[in-house]
């Protein structure tokens, strides 16, 4: 049976709450009023149900214990209700009388509950309490992210912000719910808020997905493996494998990349890291490494091609991706990331112009990150090509 007076008084305080009155910082007289339409309230003006007589008794009393002033249609007493008015002054009863806790007050006890992420040294779990904590000072809306009555959730949501980037061990999502949260299943709840989070207070993450931004801090959600491929040798342990002799390759997970080594890299002239996995099986060169790294690279995969850099610097080192934003923007990645000197492969504008015929439309989206990326001297005149054709490539249409 619907509670017409807590509905009322609930829409009378979120207009209330919303205005300068709760604030103090009003210059002038604000009615704070609830009408009463077929929209706002449609049984009271179904008559075929007896919700009208109900609604009035429900807002009499109200209006007895002086919450509300009835505001009737064409002054005409116990004919039909216009809409009420909340009594300001008697505010804090009108809180009693609904169970509900003021906006003020929650303010404060959010207020103070994110002053704790201030000094943690986890930069990006601050900028987002600190986003929170100036918006809520300000008396502004924060329900974006949190909602202040549930003050115990947003203090889990920003403690599983801070573990995820604090997180140095590599583990399984699952897993890393149960350490922390003693439930398999509460991450994967709130792994894509955290992952917003991450996007909109790290430019390092803006373009990465989910899984690709838990991939950086070590958290998977399968066994996390890098693929490679080439006239090389590896050691694991005092066993030596011939990737020369493996058409495709090998993958081995992160979990045992630390206890591999290569033993025999003088045959490698190029190392080309590749985007997706199709492109990565079709690929062969003579005197090449492959290494597929599943769009953006991670931990791991840097730690591998660090440990080939270290071996080989005189090798040339190239990114074969999509031609697109996201390929220009995980080679720029990944120069930064490794301080390896990447240079582009078959990303240019003939390949572009050869394989146009597969080419796919750009998004607003796409044009945005382009003219951005376009603002590099090393992509200009691509970019430019692709913003006048309106065109972006795939690289598994590239055979080569």
Not at 63 to 88: P, T
Not at 320 to 343: E, N, Q, Y
């Amino acid at each position: 049976m619907a509670q017409y007076d807590r509905e009322v008084l609930n829409h009378l305080l979120d207009a209330y709450e919303n205005s300068l009155l709760s604030t103090g910082e009003n210059k002038r007289n604000i009615q704070i009023e609830f009408r009463f339409t077929k929209t706002s309230i449609p049984s009271y003006f179904d008559e075929s149900s007896d919700e009208y007589e109900r609604v009035h008794i429900l807002m009499k009393l109200l209006e007895s214990k002086e919450l509300i002033r009835i505001i009737w249609k064409d002054n005409k007493q116990d004919y039909m209700i216009r809409k009420v008015r909340l009594m300001a002054d008697h505010i804090e009863e009108v809180y009693q009388y609904v169970g509900r806790k003021p906006k003020r007050g929650l303010e404060e006890e959010n207020i103070t509950l994110l002053q704790k992420y201030l000094d943690m040294e986890v930069p990006i779990t601050e900028a987002f309490a600190r986003y929170l904590l100036e918006r809520l000072q300000d008396h502004r809306s924060v329900k974006e992210y949190i909602a202040l009555e549930n003050r115990k959730e947003t203090e889990e949501f920003l403690r599983a912000c801070a573990l995820v980037e604090q997180n140095r061990k590599p583990c399984y999502i699952r897993e890393f719910s149960i350490i922390h949260f003693q439930d398999s299943k509460y991450f994967e709840g709130i792994v894509n808020r955290i992952a917003k989070v991450f996007r909109q207070f790290s430019e390092e993450y803006t373009e990465m997905d989910t899984l690709e931004l838990l991939a950086e801090h070590g958290i998977y959600r399968t066994p996390d493996y890098v693929y490679f491929k080439g006239d090389a040798r590896i050691s694991v342990g005092e066993e030596i494998v011939d990737l020369s002799l493996l058409k495709q390759g090998i993958g081995i997970s992160g979990e045992d990349l630390s206890n591999i080594r290569f033993s025999d890299l003088s045959k490698i002239k190029k190392v080309i890291t590749i985007e997706n996995l199709t492109s990565f099986f079709r690929s062969w060169e003579e005197d090449c490494l492959f290494i597929y790294l599943g769009g953006y690279h991670n931990r791991i995969r840097r730690t591998l091609l660090k440990m080939i850099y270290e071996t080989i610097p005189d090798a040339e080192y190239y990114h074969f991706g999509d031609i697109d934003a996201g390929g220009f923007s995980i080679l720029l990645d990944l120069r930064k990331k490794t301080g390896i000197p990447f240079l582009s492969y078959h990303m240019d504008l003939d390949t572009l112009k050869r394989y146009m015929k597969y080419g796919k439309s750009l998004t607003e989206s796409d044009r945005k990150r382009l003219e951005k990326i376009g603002k590099e001297k090393e992509f200009c005149e691509i970019i430019g090509f692709m913003l006048e054709e309106n065109i972006k490539l795939e690289q598994e249409c590239i055979v080569f």
